[in-house]
Structure formats: structure tokens, C-alpha cells
């Protein structure tokens, strides 16, 4: 949804980037900048991971959110402001309307997680729940925004917002001189076309190139048709963990500036998101919800080409930790580390003695046994083991199955 023709909206310049930038200083955080040896290692060059996880409200929104609300007027202030989001641009469209004394509803999602939530309603907006996707609160925040007089800020598809977000962008360029590549995550295309314009300005200035890489949650990926066709079009999106950048249409202004200025558009599945939040979890020793860890699983899934020093920005920490339970288990079994096998056995004593000992000579440790006579499929004279162990990768995993087959059991693996 967009609240204003595109063409008819001004597209930020370098000089918008930098008087945002002095706008935002004392507001943001300049957040942290961590060289990732590991992700050096799988590209081949050097990788840094920009930590906007970390900064206020534990996403990147509240540039944009904040930059936008200060450029409002007195008595657009005074009537108040409206927002849609399932979760980030919540956050930080409440910080800063508490931190300018205007107020803010919130339109969310059902579903959406607990922690964004609370801390939505913590800086004080009236939060309003609707929807299944964030496509309702989009259409239910924009009726309100007609009905009441509220100023509506889109989470995306305004000027003043992508010029808040693309403050990031100058960051990127200040803190890694010989930057080569920027890998981000696209939801609307607020945060990429912002870092887009602002980083190829300032590269066009120092008369270098910058290559800027987005990466889409192959369930809700609607930028490569988008491109494809030449404007934005509108996916049927399936679920999908990255809930954050789950966006069915692209924005009007963020779609002209992406497909003018990104050099390309990659996908990664749902496997490839939990393998990346794990190792995110394990070797950069960070929590960041699976929307903004995309970047990283399109680098550990070889969809990145390495032609010199890179960033991915880790644009959101705002995990539920019940998700990050499932999403941990997810990664595990995605990295061959974790599984459950079902495995038909004769209904005789010992059978489950033999299967133990089989898996304690392949070094398996198992974590749960499930032991029944009940199942669909089942002989009379058979029953069925399921368990779950721990393995130590695809090749350990490989090697356990083996074992057991060749002892004489038919194990399946079970898939969640």
C-alpha cells in the first residue's frame, strides 16, 4: 500500500542522507561493526557484520521512524500519528513518538511476537491487533489515518523514511573504506533502497563503485517478480520464520530506487534462514531474529559471489524466544546435527537394547524414545521406534543411518 504516487515524490539525495544523518546523531546508535572470520571464510573475502540488532529498539526502523516524525509539523504532531507493522517499525514509530510527545496507535498483526508487542506498548502506543499478515494493519492503519485525521507513517514507502534508513548506508561507507559489497535484507525496500541511494551517492562522489546485493525469504519474495515485470506486482506469500520482511507488494518509491540501484535480488529458503541464525548463535555470538539474519544465509548458501570486502547488515533482534527454541532446533537438523528417525522393529524383547547399542558404536547420543505398537501401517508383530539424537553433521548423520541399515533396520528420517 502506498499513501502517495511515486512519481510524484521526491527520491532522497546525498544531501537528504546527510542532513538525516545530522538529524539522528544523539538519537541512534552508531552501532557495532564485527569482522565474522567465518563468513570470511565461506566467501573468501574479508566479511563484516554491521550490528544493528543492537541498536534502539534492536532494529534498524528507528532511523526511519524517528527521521520521519521530526519533519512533521505542529499540527501534524498535534493530531497524531498511525502506524502498521509487525513489529520493528512498531517499536520504533512508538519510541519516537513518546520521545516527541505525539501520539501514536499501532496497528499489528495477530501472532505477532510477544516481545515486540510488550515493548511497543512499553513506549506507549495504543496497540491495535488485526490481521494474520501485516497486510490488514497496513489497510486497517491507513483507514484510521482517514477516519481520525492522524498522520499514517508507512513503514516503507515515504521519502523521509528511506532517508532515515539510508543513514546506515553513509555508516557502511565511513567504517569500511575499501567496501565493496552491501548484502541486505528486503521486506518493502525501505532499508536497501535508502542504504542503496546513499552509499552510490557517496561512492559516485569519491568516484568509486559500491555493489549492493538484496536477499528475500524465498515464501514472501515479491521484488524478483517485481522486477522481472517492470513495476511492483502484488505474490500470494506463504509462512515464513523472517515474519519481519514478509511483504506481499513491494513500496512505489523503495521498487524505482531498488530496481534503478540494486545490482541484484537473491532468495533463501527457510532451512537456509535457521542454518544462519545458528550460526549467528554459535560464532558471532549474536541474537538476531531470522528477517534480519537473511543476509547471512544467502553468504552460507553460496548465492553471494565474492569480488571484494563485504557487509551484511544483522538488521533485527527482536526475537521471541519460544521461536528462537524452534528455529535453534530447526537449524540443527538443516545442519545434519540433530533428527529424529522412525524405525520399524519385531515385537520381541531386545530389539531396542540392539538399536541403543548401535547408535552408541556410531557415537549418536540420543536426546528422546518413543516406543508404541500403534501406528498406521503396522504389522501385529511389529512395533515402531522413533527417536531424536544428536549428530555431528551431514557426514555423521550419513554414518549413523548406515549403521543401523546395515544391521538390518529400515530407519526413515522424520522431516518436521
Known sequence: MSTTPSSAVHRPTL???????????????????????????????????????????????????????????????????????????????????????????????????????????GYGADVVLEGATVETPLRLAAEFAERTGAVFIHPFDHPDVIAGQGTLGLELMDEVPDLDTIVLGIGG????????????????????????????AENSAAYPPSLAVGHPVEVATLPTIADGIAVARPGDLPFEIIRDLVDEVVTVSEDDIARALLVLLERAKQVVEPAGAV?????LAGKIAATGPTVTV??????????????????????????SLRIPLPDRPGQLARVSDLLAIAGANVTEVLHTRHGQGLQISEVILQLSVETRGEEHRAHVISVLEEAGFAPTVVVD
Open 189 to 216: 525496500g525501505g532499508l536497501i533502497a535508502g542504504v542503496a541511494a546513499a552509499a552510490k551517492a557517496r561512492a559516485a562522489a569519491e568516484e568509486r563503485s559500491i555493489r549492493i546485493i538484496g536477499v528475500q
Open 295 to 299: 543476509g547471512v544465509a544467502a553468504i
Open 314 to 339: 544483522l538488521s533485527g533482534g527482536n526475537i521471541d524466544p519460544l521461536l528462537l527454541q524452534r528455529v535453534v532446533a530447526h537449524g540443527l537438523a538443516a545442519s545434519g546435527r540433530y533428527m
Open 15 to 121: 544531501t537528504d542522507f546527510e542532513d538525516a544523518a545530522a538529524a539522528l546523531e544523539g538519537v541512534i546508535s552508531h552501532t557495532p561493526l564485527d569482522e565474522s572470520q567465518h563468513l570470511s571464510d565461506v566467501l573468501g573475502v574479508p566479511v563484516h557484520l554491521k550490528l544493528e540488532n543492537l541498536q534502539r529498539t534492536g532494529s534498524f526502523k528507528i532511523r526511519g521512524a524517528t527521521y520521519r516524525l521530526s519533519r512533521l509539523t505542529a499540527e501534524e504532531r498535534a493530531r497524531g500519528v498511525v502506524a502498521a507493522s509487525a513489529g520493528n517499525h512498531a517499536q520504533g514509530v512508538a519510541l519516537a513518538a513518546k520521545a516527541l510527545g505525539i501520539p501514536a496507535t499501532i496497528f499489528m498483526p495477530l501472532g505477532v511476537p510477544v516481545p515486540k508487542l510488550l515493548a511497543t506498548r
